[in-house]
T-cell receptor, first 113, second 112 residues
Framework: GDSVTQMEGPVTLSEEAFLTINCTYTATGYPSLFWYVQYPGEGLQLLLKATKADDKGSNKGFEATYRKETTSFHLEKGSVQVSDSAVYFCALGRAGGSYIPTFGRGTSLIVHP | SQTIHQWPATLVQPVGSPLSLECTVEGTSNPNLYWYRQAAGRGLQLLFYSVGIGQISSEVPQNLSASRPQDRQFILSSKKLLLSDSGFYLC???????????FGQGTRLTVV
């Protein structure tokens, strides 16, 4: 079955540092890939998505590229802010009626001033 | 546009008491609905999902149950709460023809 593996956290950075959170997946065919963000005490918000190989999803300065050859979807941001502190989930989805979205375990990001 | 409402936001319940958490989706019909639990510092655990009224699939045998009495309403229940039921409960929906899922704001349940 489908699975998603993302790097263990927490990731601790200083403000304006470069961010990479690694995500790899195992799946057949061509699923869609997502990054969700969860701020403290809140639900998950869709941050960005990519629906086919070589697509780049981007939002709020974050970006991730769907790499079929390496089965990866790493999240990057050039300059993080304190307000980016949150838990980030990599996920895999399909449009099938009974498909259950598959999530990684989440990576906590802590950004210090 | 579609919105998802989940309540209450916070709940403190004694051990052995009943539980009812409600989730309602607006602006769509026949969504897939999901209940997840997130323990402190942990990932998401799928508890139940539903593809239609009265259709419930359970992923983890436990002290909880779910019901879908109406197309856009999903309820999570327990007859007697355990300490281990504490956690952050998230409702999510997904339209069958769309790839991404959308989440409610969550309910923080503390069993004391």
């Amino acid at each position: 079955g489908d699975s998603v593996t993302q790097m263990e956290g927490p990731v601790t950075l200083s403000e304006e540092a470069f961010l990479t959170i690694n995500c790899t997946y195992t799946a057949t065919g061509y699923p869609s890939l997502f990054w969700y963000v969860q701020y403290p005490g809140e639900g998950l918000q869709l941050l960005l998505k990519a629906t086919k190989a070589d697509d780049k999803g981007s939002n709020k300065g974050f970006e991730a590229t769907y790499r079929k050859e390496t089965t990866s979807f790493h999240l990057e941001k050039g300059s993080v802010q304190v307000s980016d502190s949150a838990v980030y989930f990599c996920a895999l989805g399909r449009a099938g009626g009974s498909y259950i979205p598959t999530f990684g375990r989440g990576t906590s990001l802590i950004v210090h001033p | 546009s579609q919105t998802i409402h989940q309540w209450p936001a916070t709940l403190v319940q004694p051990v052995g008491s009943p539980l009812s958490l409600e989730c309602t989706v607006e602006g769509t019909s026949n969504p897939n609905l999901y209940w997840y639990r997130q323990a402190a510092g942990r990932g998401l655990q799928l508890l139940f999902y539903s593809v239609g009224i009265g259709q419930i699939s359970s992923e983890v045998p436990q002290n909880l149950s779910a019901s879908r009495p109406q197309d856009r309403q999903f309820i999570l229940s327990s007859k007697k709460l355990l300490l281990s039921d504490s956690g952050f409960y998230l409702c999510a929906w997904k339209f069958p023809g769309v790839v991404e899922a959308f989440f409610g704001q969550g309910t923080r349940l503390t069993v004391v």
